[in-house]
């Protein structure tokens, strides 16, 4: 069993191991394994992952013919890379770390991510770009990155945009893209100042603009919003795309 130099048992809080294809952004369509993890440190107003955000209850592993059997936590590191590497295929992509928020459990993602490069897996992490410094002691594990911009309005008016910059400027050699999920009550001068300031170190990132998907009964936002997101945008940044969560519209997981 994985122990840290305090002879500690490094353990993951888990939600699910499913695979899938992905369902955002520029990798739409890899097929991938997802290892979802608990806990998170932002509450957006248009998060549609709740469940995962409690770091509390058990977790659910899909394997490839959709049989579901479930867990408890926590997880040692070594076992989750056991249980990875018996639902990997090698015709996926890559495995998809997301949340929540991974990077809350970084210490013992270490572990289990050294397990997993031993093996030879990419590792794509979904993050919402706001700890850098957990970042710090897993940069060599990671190949892709999608990090979210979170917007003023999105997170209670907060301005995370120095975590953000700060977290770009650590992955500037990996494969990484930005995401910036759009409600029709996005305000376009948010958009502005946040890609204005993006543009200034690093307008060679790809951004995602993501139309946030409906909740029960809602609509997505109008294509006219979505434009001028689009133009406002592409004044700062040198590729902008507007992609939707397709595993929403097919009902992937
Ligand atoms: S960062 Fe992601 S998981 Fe956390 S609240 Fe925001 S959308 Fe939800």
Known sequence: MAKSGSGHVRQLRVHSIFPSFQGEG???????????????NLDCRYCDTREARMEMGGFSLVDGSGEVRYGENPLP????????????????????LTGGEPLLQADSLKTFLSGI???????YLETNGTLPGALLGLLD???YISMDIKLPSAVGDKN?????????????DKKVFLKMVLEESTPLNEVEEACKRLGMDF????LVLQ???????GKFPSFHHLLSAFRVAS????QVLVIPQVHRLMGWR
């Open 141 to 143: 594990f990671l190949d």
């Open 26 to 40: 520029l990798y739409l369509g890899a097929y991938q394994l997802f290892l979802r993890l608990r806990g998170c």
């Open 235 to 238: 004044r700062h940044l040198r």
């Open 117 to 123: 490069k031993k093996a030879g897996i990419p590792v």
């Open 77 to 96: 590191a070594e076992r989750t890379v056991d249980l990875v590497l018996g639902l990997w295929e090698p015709c996926m992509h890559s495995l998809a």
């Open 211 to 217: 139309p946030a998907s409906p909740s029960k009964g």
């Open 203 to 206: 307008p060679e990132i790809p």
């Open 160 to 172: 995370l945009m120095p975590f953000h910059l700060h977290f770009l400027s650590m992955v500037r």
